[in-house]
């Protein structure tokens, strides 16, 4: 959490143990519903829409809905990696999804626990001194009611309505989810009846024109950074960045309440709601593909895998990004679009403190550097381990030491956080006693097995690749100093590299 002044103001375990979900409200599914174990698994309603294409369009239109409560929005603004690192944002977020609509009761209990723990460090005051919390009932209630309801709005506007039945069961679904974290089913109406109500007062008493809304609306899509498969080829991607964004963007608003519409001023674009219908209709249709073209896991996969990994996908990741150069060769010489060039280097080169503070240091993409930023390494650190506590708790520990640390060394004008000038003007080349201590618990908390080295399979989990990419001998053992030095030489020395780049920098 932070403090007005930007610093920690409380260490990260301050809240774990208050909000551990406890047995699971009963959600009371409408009349000749199943079971609530029932509500989960591939027999749930959810599970067939996480595959359907159109589903892409209701989760932007639910993250603006979202993004538009003024709770939701401050505190996307004030500590989501999302404009800076949109990618992994949503692949943390379909695999937490997946997780907590599987059939694995263990694995669902373990995601509620680790969500709760991640929103309960979020919290502070918005622009205007109103305080913000990621745990409030109230504001994860409007989360799943906005899941839920672009759902619903999906199927309409491609045609095809929900009836009734499904319409009560998909709820059903939604509320059991809540109720999974460990929130109180009563901030959802109990009913499908009464849920419109509730949905029409929030929309017309509670939402407003955010900074977040704004965000995503005008200037997410417009800056999307490329994904792997893309990623050095960013001719092609800024044209079809430069056609899809707006699209997105009109159908998405389009889509809005005609009340929140008006209210926020958002523009009336000429045929948007014809382009709005007929992307939700062409998105339908796409269902009638081969299934294995549209399995989310296999967008998970390749928005996991970057051109340095050694898994049997990244061998087709790599053949399509050389066909993808090829086909981008051609693209140059037919478009007026400039030549851009990707910021590169080898593995070991040393980057500018400008680029180094940009693509890995303000991970929120504000421009600044503060406790967020590093809170967003840590939490991206521990989902890629997996961690449960009391590890979890150790290595957010160790980065809001080494924020105080950065905070005291490089905050020269006492704003509570670190401009880019303030970063370069000090040079920051030597390691202090906080990053050191960070590297050593991140250390620790790799090393699973606890045998004081770090094997290939945890070194695996946390890389997504295997030794042979880093080191000479595939079957050594990465040992406690050269995991350090390497951390090190990375996060103070500002050195490429093939393990860390992946994990910190990439969008």
Known sequence: MTDPGGSPSETPDDHSDDHTPGPAPDPTPPAGETHLGSLFGPDSQFHRFFNDPRWALAVVRATVLEAAHPQIGAALADNSAFVAHPWRRLRNTLVSLQRMFGADEHERQR??????????????????????????????????????????????????????????????????????????????????????????????????????????????????????????????????????????????????????????????????RTLMQSAYVAAGLARFLPDNWLRTENLIDLLHLSPDSDTAGAATLTALRDRMDRAGALFRLVTPFPVQHTPAGEPGARRSADVFFTEVLDQTGNGYLDWPDLAAMARELSTRLDLDEPEETRLYQAFADWWRELQAALDTDGDGRVSKEEYAAAVPSMAGPALIRAAEVLF??????????????EYRALFRTAFRRTMPDADARYTRGAFVKDFLSFMSGRRRSTGYDPLLADA
């Open 111 to 272: 995601e509620a626990a680790r969500l709760n723990r991640l929103h309960a460090r979020l919290s502070g005051t918005d622009e205007q001194n109103r305080p913000y919390d990621a745990m409030d009932p109230e504001v994860r209630a409007w989360v799943v009611a906005t899941l839920f309801e672009s759902s619903v709005t999906m199927c309409r506007l491609s045609g095809q309505p929900l009836d009734r039945t499904s319409m009560e069961r998909l709820y059903a679904e939604f509320r059991a989810f809540l109720a999974a974290l460990g929130s109180e089913a009563g901030h959802l109406p109990p009913t499908l009846k009464e849920f419109w109500p509730y949905y029409d007062r929030v929309v017309e008493e509670e939402l407003e024109n955010t900074e977040a809304l704004r965000i995503i609306l005008y200037q997410l899509f417009d800056h999307l950074p490329a994904p792997a498969l893309l990623d050095g080829l960013p001719t092609v991607w800024a044209a079809g960045r430069a056609l899809a964004g707006p699209a997105i963007g009109t159908v998405t608003v389009a889509s809005l309440p005609e009340s929140f519409r008006r209210r926020a001023g958002l523009p009336e674009v000429p045929g948007a």
């Open 444 to 457: 620790d908390v790799t090393d699973a097995n606890g045998d004081g080295t770090i094997d290939t399979v």
